[in-house]
């Protein structure tokens, strides 16, 4: 077995005295949909902050493609490969979207390249080609979860980390991000997925854990934790 | 009426001047939403660079040395900007807003009072170089030489700031940091890097300023920065702060107001004595409050409604 693409070690990130993550291992392995399920406030989004480089973590290791990730400043972090599409979408809200494209291949300098992947996320997302001139602000929300996991794209990352893609979308439209995303992974993306809606992406991914306050508790594949008792309980509504 | 075009062409260079500076004001807090109360010590440095270039090059004719004057000043109120960025802001960057707003307010008075302390003879106004000479345009209407320096160099300024902002990589980043910091630094930008050139060209603005302000006023002095970054921060909040063309419309507006209300509030009947030079940074000051009152937001500016 090659090592994996991302490996996470004893990681514990805090603020200030409060540490909301207490030590959490897990590993994505090339080409798979990773996600990472748990209520508000377990820890999910600190741990993407922290492998992007956003957040300093406190101890504990990161290995991503061979390297350490540990102390590399956010801005280097995407030229490594790994891109993060944050929660609530984060578009530039005053650029256009094919300035919050070309934002996304900021450390890129293929033209051709870019162009082409700007053609492809058109293709994947075509309202986005139909508004390319529309200031990302004006979009729906589900236009601008397209615009930001397009923008992520736009690094050619090896490993895409989405933080609730389907965060306040309708359900039509998340089953369309859910699609988009088992087809990214078809073409070969690995994908690291945080989510509340544990249903949609316990379905969708290969492995999942469950993180509460800070720590993983559960973990398995996609479909042993969907058939899980306590998963169906506490997140999936059944009692 | 005679005097209208007149009126507008001294508004205009005293607004061009204004706008400039204001420049300064507005790249900074558009990108790190803080009020670098410093900024018309910035101006001040510059002037004083400049005035050092010309006493390096004795004999030499102003027009020729004044290109050289501008390098001087802008390297001179750049480094301060860049280095006031670096030393002084930076390190604040996470702290309360109250932190850098008050930090700015210490180094504006460091600065004036280095300038006092070690530059010589500057415990007195120095005098500031000048051509002093004036074209007939059409009839009555003059214009200095002196003003005629900030009416073609703002412009070119502004030409220059508005490609790179929209067009330039850098000027993507700019805009990109100034929107959403977190997110840009995912993108990829390094945003301290970003932040200290918003600081930079708020610093070249400012040497290009300060060579058009002692061109106009004949003498420079330690004091000087404090009212021309207040007038500057009130074009720049009345235009729209954040916004680079906003700057300069406030700046030309406000410019304009000046030299309209002494030539024309002293004609107003019972008003004589509220006319004139003296009471020009009132009738500005009132022209500020009003706007305000009217679009809160400025005359260019957005209203704030970021994020979901």
Redesign the interface.
């Known amino acids: 077995m090659t090592a994996p693409l991302l490996e996470v070690t004893g990681l514990r990130v805090a603020y200030g005295k409060i540490e909301a993550v207490k030590g959490i291992g897990f590993t994505v392995e090339e080409g798979r949909i990773v996600t990472l399920i748990g209520t508000n406030g377990a820890g999910k989004t600190t741990t993407l902050r922290t492998l992007?480089?956003?957040l300093a973590p406190r101890g504990g290791s990161i290995r991503f493609a061979g390297r350490p990730l540990a102390g590399v400043?956010?801005?280097?972090v995407?030229?490594l490969g790994l891109?993060?599409s944050?929660e609530?979408?984060?578009v530039?809200?005053?650029?256009t979207i094919a300035?919050n494209l070309?934002?996304?291949a900021?450390?890129r300098r293929d033209k051709d390249g870019i162009a082409q992947d700007i053609k492809h996320v058109y293709e994947l997302f075509p309202i986005l080609g139909e508004r390319a001139g529309q200031a990302a602000g004006t979009l729906s929300?589900g236009e601008q979860q397209m615009l930001a996991m397009g923008?992520a794209l736009m690094?050619r990352p090896r490993l895409l980390m989405l933080d609730e893609p389907s965060m306040g979308l309708s359900p039509i439209m998340m089953q369309k991000i859910m699609e988009t995303i088992a087809r990214l992974r078809d073409g070969g993306t690995t994908i690291l997925l945080v989510e509340q809606n544990a249903q949609a992406a316990l379905s969708l991914a290969d492995h999942g854990h469950v993180m509460e306050t800070g720590r993983i508790v559960l973990s398995g594949t996609g479909a042993e934790l969907l058939h899980n008792e306590k998963v169906r309980k506490a997140y999936l509504g059944e009692d | 009426m005679h005097e209208l075009p007149q009126t507008l062409v001294n508004g205009l260079a005293l607004g061009a001047l204004y706008g400039l500076v204001a420049i300064g004001y507005t790249m900074v807090y558009g990108i790190v939403q803080l009020i670098n109360f410093a900024h018309g010590e910035i101006v001040m440095t510059g002037a004083f660079g400049a005035l050092t270039v010309h006493l390096w090059l004795p004999g030499l004719p102003l027009a020729a040395a004044l290109p050289l004057m501008l390098i001087g000043g802008a390297l001179v109120s750049v480094s301060v900007a860049v280095a006031a960025e670096r030393f002084a802001y930076r390190p604040l960057r996470d702290a309360p807003r109250l932190a850098p707003l008050i930090t700015a307010i210490g180094l504006s008075i460091a600065l004036q009072q280095i300038v006092w302390a070690f530059y010589p003879n500057a415990k007195k106004p120095r005098p500031f170089p000048q051509f002093g000479d004036s074209f007939q345009l059409t009839g009555s209407l003059r214009i200095q030489r002196d003003d005629l320096f900030v009416l073609i160099a703002a412009p070119l300024c502004m030409l220059a700031l508005g490609w790179f902002t929209a067009r330039s990589?850098t000027g993507?980043?700019m805009?990109?940091t100034a929107?959403?910091p977190?997110?840009?630094?995912?993108?990829?930008?390094?945003?301290d890097r970003i932040i200290a050139v918003a600081f930079a060209i708020g610093g070249a603005f400012a040497g290009v300023a300060a060579v058009a302000q002692g061109l106009r006023t004949g003498t420079i002095n330690f004091e000087m920065g404090f009212i021309l970054g207040l007038k500057a921060f009130t074009a720049a909040v009345l235009g729209g702060i954040g916004n680079i063309y906003g700057a300069m419309l406030g700046g030309v507006v406000l410019g304009i107001a000046e030299a309209a209300a002494i030539t024309y509030i002293q004609n107003i009947p019972g008003m004589s004595q509220l006319g004139g030079g003296g009471w020009k940074d009132v009738w500005a000051f009132v022209l500020l409050i009003v706007v305000l009152l009217v679009r809160p937001q400025g005359l260019l500016g957005?209203r704030v409604a970021?994020?979901?």
């Open positions: 992007s480089g956003l400043p956010a801005h280097d995407v030229a891109a993060h944050p609530g979408r984060h530039f809200p005053r650029l300035e070309q934002l996304g900021f450390l929300g923008r690094s | 990589r993507r980043a805009q990109a929107q959403d977190g997110t840009a630094r995912l993108m990829g930008i390094d945003t957005e970021d994020r979901a």
